[in-house]
């Protein structure tokens, strides 16, 4: 059974910051644009402004 996280509408109008650029291509499990898993492109949303944070600065330091 999978369970669905319900959410109000005012949870869903709340930006986090995020390196996405709407130009998704993914390739295998990574997106070629923002570098995000697809799992963390899926939970974006739910994860905490700190783990946001992390993913976004080890993206940064993979580009280098």
């Not at 990574?30 to 570098?35: A, D, E, Q």
């Not at 799992?39 to 080890?58: A, F, G, L, P, V």
Request: aromatic share 8%; hydrophobic share 25%; charged share 35%.
């Amino acid at each position: 059974v999978r369970q669905v996280a319900v959410r109000s509408k005012e949870f869903w109008k709340i930006k986090k910051p995020s390196p996405c650029i709407k130009e998704c291509k993914l390739d295998g499990v990574y997106c070629k644009s923002c570098g995000r898993h697809q799992d963390d492109i899926r939970m974006w949303s739910t994860y905490s402004d700190e783990k946001c944070q992390e993913i976004m600065n080890t993206i940064e330091k993979n580009k280098s």
